[in-house]
């Protein structure tokens, strides 16, 4: 006797999904202390320039740059894209969910091409 074919249509949503709540977590949690960094210690004279690119140079700065950069890309396009489909755009919802995770996942290419490079 063969297995019973599943009855529920599988999803990719939950990969959107979890991205969507790792990069609001991101935005939420980890911008404030680039936001910090860059836009108070800096120009206050607290924190070096040098310092602030030796932290950079760092792989565990870079993989912070990283996070910074993806994730919340992932969150934006989640975000606009079930904004437009509420809007009344959904008959081509599949074809935002192309153009904005593409456009995603090209801003994460280009922010690992630039941190490697760095």
Same mark, same amino acid.
């Given at each position: @006797?063969? $297995?019973?074919?599943?009855?529920?249509?599988?999803?990719?949503?939950? !990969?959107?999904?979890?991205?969507?709540?790792?990069?609001?977590?991101?935005?939420?949690?980890? @911008?404030?202390?680039?936001?910090?960094?860059?836009?108070?210690?800096?120009?206050?004279?607290?924190?070096?320039? #040098?310092?602030?690119?030796?932290?950079?140079?760092?792989?565990?700065?870079?993989?912070?740059?990283? $996070?910074?950069?993806?994730?919340?890309?992932?969150?934006?396009?989640?975000?606009?894209?079930?904004?437009? @489909?509420?809007?009344?755009?959904?008959?081509?919802?599949?074809?935002?969910?192309? !153009?904005?995770?593409?456009?995603?996942? #090209?801003?994460?290419? @280009?922010?690992?091409?630039?941190?490697?490079?760095?």
């Amino acid at each position: @006797m063969s $297995a019973p074919a599943s009855k529920y249509k599988k999803s990719n949503e939950p !990969f959107w999904w979890s991205l969507f709540g790792a990069g609001g977590m991101v935005a939420a949690l980890l @911008m404030p202390v680039a936001v910090v960094l860059t836009g108070i210690l800096v120009p206050a004279g607290w924190l070096s320039q #040098a310092k602030l690119l030796e932290l950079i140079h760092h792989p565990i700065g870079r993989l912070y740059l990283f $996070a910074l950069i993806s994730l919340p890309l992932f969150h934006w396009a989640h975000r606009f894209r079930f904004t437009l @489909m509420d809007l009344g755009l959904k008959r081509i919802g599949g074809l935002l969910g192309v !153009f904005f995770y593409g456009a995603a996942f #090209a801003g994460t290419a @280009m922010g690992a091409w630039y941190l490697v490079r760095l």
